[in-house]
């Protein structure tokens, strides 16, 4: 799976969208927006590659895109789904580095997706915050 970064959307834009425009070029795994960029998860290299020399600069909602591969290191890391979310990236990331090294900490509306380094972070992780309480919210 390849990780696809898209920069300069405009506030309007939607992960429904982003996922439209890029299956056009292949397979979408994952697709999401985060304020005003957004990553898409193609199956493909090679799918990847066309969609970005084909949607770099493409005008979407009045807004130039920037498309490239993104630069995260997720490749062996584990990717954590979390609900409820309330509070900022940076202190989402600052609760899970609790545990270990966090890779990556996207936001998406009220839930988010985070990576982190170790499967055994990542558990541990899981035991200890599941159905707990953050910023007072469950």
């Not at 609900?83 to 609790?98: D, P, T």
């Not at 509306?109 to 309480?133: G, P, W």
Request: contains cysteine; proline residues 1%.
């Amino acid at each position: 799976m390849v990780k696809v970064f898209i920069g300069n959307l405009a506030s309007e834009t939607t992960s429904e969208e982003l996922r439209s425009l890029f299956s056009q070029y292949g397979k979408i795994a994952e697709c999401s927006v985060v304020k005003n960029f957004g990553f898409v998860h193609m199956d493909s290299k090679a799918e990847a590659e066309e969609a970005i020399r084909n949607l770099n600069n493409y005008e979407l909602n009045g807004q130039p895109l920037n498309v490239e591969l993104s630069r995260g290191r997720m490749k062996g890391s584990t990717k954590l789904h979390v609900g409820n979310v309330a509070c900022s990236n940076q202190e989402l990331r600052a609760k899970f580095e609790e545990f270990g090294s966090v890779l990556e900490c996207d936001i998406v509306k009220n839930y988010a997706f985070v990576h982190m380094e170790r499967l055994e972070d990542a558990m541990e992780a899981i035991e200890q915050l599941d159905n707990s309480a953050f910023k007072g919210e469950p």
